[in-house]
């Protein structure tokens, strides 16, 4: 006899699951008050269940972004001496295309209230590093003097994190994550790539 699957919404994913439990939590008791353990107990999977999908609390948040920029800077190298403004900014705008709410969304839209405020500070300024090395990295290949590689790395992952940090604080309905990087891209549109 076969059983035919329940109607309704799909089982999610412990990887979902963990993440949801996490963002309630600190919604609930703040960042600083949530241990893994809560975090698990409340999803119900073990400890080492988390440590199959995140390596730290604060991955849950980044897990999903930090995915995105490994990619770009993949992307970014592969680029070689070719690299100009118009195959950067393409690179740039994967990370955020299509980017959905998530619990880095959800964490910027309610920094205060999770209690996240130097913990975003923080991690994001290590996003930014990450970033603008990469594309400072591709500049530098490209044949562009270090310090104005340098000021185009920083300029342009200040866009692509600017752009989601603005889009996640609006909440839905405002603009997308894509149409906020054009937006940001044309306040660095004097600093072109090549002087």
């Not at 309704?8 to 996490?22: H, K, T």
């Not at 990370?95 to 500070?121: I, K, Q, S, Y």
């Amino acid at each position: 006899m076969m059983v035919e699957p329940r109607a309704g919404r799909p089982r999610a994913s412990s990887r979902e699951v963990l993440a949801e439990a996490a963002c309630e939590l600190f919604l609930e008791k703040g960042y600083e008050s949530t241990s893994v353990a809560d975090i698990t107990q409340r999803a119900g999977v073990s400890r080492s269940s988390f440590f199959n999908y995140f390596s730290s609390k604060s991955d849950v948040l980044w897990s999903g972004l930090d995915a995105r920029i490994d990619g770009a800077i993949g992307a970014l190298r592969e680029l070689g001496a070719d690299a100009d403004a118009a195959a950067v900014r393409g690179i740039l705008l994967t990370v955020v295309h299509d980017f959905a709410p998530d619990p880095l969304a959800l964490a910027l839209r309610n920094a205060t209230a999770m209690g996240l405020e130097d913990e975003l500070v923080r991690d994001t300024g290590l996003r930014h590093a990450r970033l603008a090395a990469g594309i400072a990295d591709a500049a530098r290949r490209s044949g562009i003097g270090a310090i104005r590689a340098d000021i185009l790395g920083a300029a342009h992952a200040a866009a692509v994190l600017s752009s989601l940090r603005v889009w996640a604080e609006r909440g839905a309905g405002h603009g997308s994550p894509e149409s906020l990087f054009e937006e940001a891209l044309a306040g660095i549109h004097d600093l072109p790539w090549r002087a």
